[in-house]
């Protein structure tokens, strides 16, 4: 479904048409699909998915600038919840410095608020044009995350975050392209420990705009992989754990799992207890000061097996990292050794 939303006059005089397209929309699919064909295979697998309408809930909405009726500026939001990621932001290269971007962006902001969105998150360059565009429509660095990475929340909602992750009952659900927003809220969250996910590469604050979109390419249909979420009452996701091959040992596999510190360890216990019972070994790494993920893994069965004294670095500080293991075929890894 597309609509024309606004008319606006360039640095140049120009008139330029812009449009919101809600994916599915076949008709615009083919214009632009190859407008954003630069961008990389993950992010083209879910462009190409949400064209076909194979993304669950998750709503994939383009801003779109016309001269001419041809595209010359695009400004893409994937939401859920009222929750977003803001990407994909490109200009044609003869079209540039016309004040495009700042355009589609005016009004792309102006329909998320009017729609009732609370947050977006967005990564760039420190400093760059770009960046202060973006905080010209209210965009601040997220602290403790790397340069670049920005947050908007609406600055008539200051208890959002308080309200949206407050403590209450969650349920499980399989991890859907809708979760993709939503995790990388709860990712973007300062009070949580340190070591997130090493699949998805969350060390510390992290933007999951790539990592979630790379995880679904790479692992969405494939049966040796799995991802669940912890879902609030008030939609927000607390919890997420993915379970991949390791990757060096053939029958080693890979818990990632962070959560809310609000969660009950007995709820991420049932989250990981989701995850498909794939053959192998499981391995998860934990910080020893990360005191519920540690009773979460063990309430779900696993065992220390080793600590990795200064295994990575937070801050100045070297921190060691704790080995949990379980074996899928019932056992606690280590209970039986070769040679014992």
Known sequence: MHETIATQTLKTGES?????????????????????????GEYRAHLE??????????ETRFYVGLLDGQIVGNIMTVEAGGVGILGHVHTREDHRRKGVCRAIMGRQMEDFRDRGGHALLLGTGYQSPAYWIYHSFGFRDLPGARPGVMRFLREDEPEFLERFFASGPCRVAPAGWKHWPLAALLAALPDLPCLRSLTLGAWGVALLEGPYCSFFHRWGADPRAGAAVLESQTGAV??????VPEGRWPDALLLDVFFHPQVDPGDVAGLIGAL?????????????????????????????????????????????????????????????????
């Open 276 to 340: 498909p019972p794939l053959p192998g070994k499981v391995q998860c790494f934990a910080g020893p000061q990360d005191a519920r993920k540690i009773m979460a893994l063990e309430q779900a069965g696993f065992r220390r097996e080793a600590i990795l004294p200064e295994q990575f670095r937070q801050g100045d500080i070297w921190c060691d990292a704790w080995l949990y293991s379980r074996r899928e075929d019932g056992g606690v890894a280590g209970a039986a050794r070769h040679g014992r």
């Open 49 to 58: 998915a949400a064209f076909a309408d194979a993304c669950d809930e998750l």
């Open 16 to 40: 330029m048409q812009i449009e919101r397209v809600l994916a599915p929309d076949a008709e615009r699919a083919a214009r632009i699909l190859p407008f954003l064909g630069h961008k990389p």
């Open 238 to 243: 607390v919890g997420v754990a993915t379970l």
